[in-house]
């Protein structure tokens, strides 16, 4: 069973940035493909992007140029870049499979003021 932990968020004004952080723990060996969602007030939880176990990544075309996955497996953990931060990206952020496969974690809550 894999736990996952979410860090890294905060208050940020508007054109900030922010790296997320989410580490993984318990049976890792099996990890693979990985993801970040997000879930804004009131609405659904969407992918923001995702990375293979090689490293070939996927971010949602809205948010190309401005956010960047990437993982280190040595440590188990996947990392979100998030640059040029907006209002509308307040949300608590989530890491899980592409599948959604995983209890989720806590998540990490992101505020960007205007």
């Known amino acids: 069973q894999v736990h996952i932990v979410e860090s890294g968020g905060g208050l940020v004004q508007a054109g900030g940035s922010l790296r997320l952080s989410c580490a993984a723990s318990g049976s890792t060996s099996s990890l693979g493909a990985m993801a970040w969602y997000r879930q804004g007030p009131g609405k659904l939880r969407d992918l923001v992007a995702r990375?293979?176990?090689?490293?070939?990544?996927m971010v949602a075309n809205s948010l190309r140029g401005r956010f960047t996955i990437s993982r280190d497996n040595a440590d188990n953990t996947i990392y979100l870049q998030m640059n040029n931060l907006k209002p509308e990206d307040t949300a608590v952020y989530y890491c899980?499979?592409?599948?959604?496969?995983?209890?989720w974690g806590q998540g990490t809550q992101v505020t960007v003021s205007s």
């Open positions: 990375i293979s176990i090689t490293g070939v990544t």
């Open positions: 899980n499979t592409p599948t959604r496969s995983l209890a």
